[in-house]
T-cell receptor, first 115, second 112 residues
């Protein structure tokens, strides 16, 4: 069965600093990988996804993620964070079953931005 | 509609009562999913519907939970005889095949 581990429960960075959020997955085949962001009181918004092809994926809001098969990782990065990036970030791995994507989510990483 | 709509946005119920949560997916999306997010936890898969296929109910935590999707569109998640541990945010999402989910804003359920 698939599983996702986000090792960092809470990360604090200063505004303008670079960011990397870690995600490791367990899945027997080529995974579909996603990063979602959840702002307080909001639903989840898709940041980016990896299905195949180029292992460096660009997303919205200046985020990118790199798929590394050898490390079973899909870490999320941003060169310079903004105060508005403070939120909860979820990594997910999915399988395509009869046209539906069943996603398994990590526990999330809460990002705090210091001014 | 333009997005996934969930109602009510908040629900407070007494222990032992039944509740119904509604999800109206994006028009044309063939798949619909329910997840539960408890305080400080990740997202727990409950059930999904895909077209006319039998739903995957493997995530429903007990037989007090059930869901249906009428006409391939609107879905209702029903929790019977609610317990305090059912308190959570219930999230609905819909998708086209292989594209990724669009989530609704959720229903915050509080059982008192």
């Amino acid at each position: 069965a698939q599983s996702v581990t986000q090792p960092d429960i809470h990360i604090t960075v200063s505004e303008g600093a670079s960011l990397e959020l870690r995600c490791n997955y367990s899945y027997g085949a080529t995974p579909y990988l996603f990063w979602y962001v959840q702002s307080p009181g909001q639903g989840l918004q898709l940041l980016l996804k990896y299905f195949s092809g180029d292992t460096l994926v660009q997303g919205i809001k200046g985020f990118e993620a790199e798929f590394k098969r050898s490390q079973s990782s899909f870490n999320l990065r941003k060169p310079s964070v903004h105060w508005s990036d403070a939120a909860e970030y979820f990594c997910a791995v999915g399988t395509l079953i009869q046209g539906a994507q069943k996603l398994v989510f990590g526990q999330g990483t809460r990002l705090t931005i210091n001014p | 509609g333009a997005g996934v709509s969930q109602s009510p946005s908040n629900k407070v119920t007494e222990k032992g009562k039944d509740v119904e949560l509604r999800c109206d997916p994006i028009s044309g999306h063939t798949a619909l999913y329910w997840y539960r997010q408890s305080l400080g936890q990740g997202l727990e898969f409950l059930i999904y519907f895909q077209g006319n296929s039998a739903p995957d109910k493997s995530g429903l935590p007990s037989d007090r939970f059930s869901a249906e999707r009428t006409g391939g569109s609107v879905s209702t998640l029903t929790i019977q005889r609610t317990q305090q541990e059912d308190s959570a945010v219930y999230l609905c999402a819909s998708s086209l095949a292989g594209v990724g989910y669009t989530f609704g804003s959720g229903t915050r359920l509080t059982v008192v």
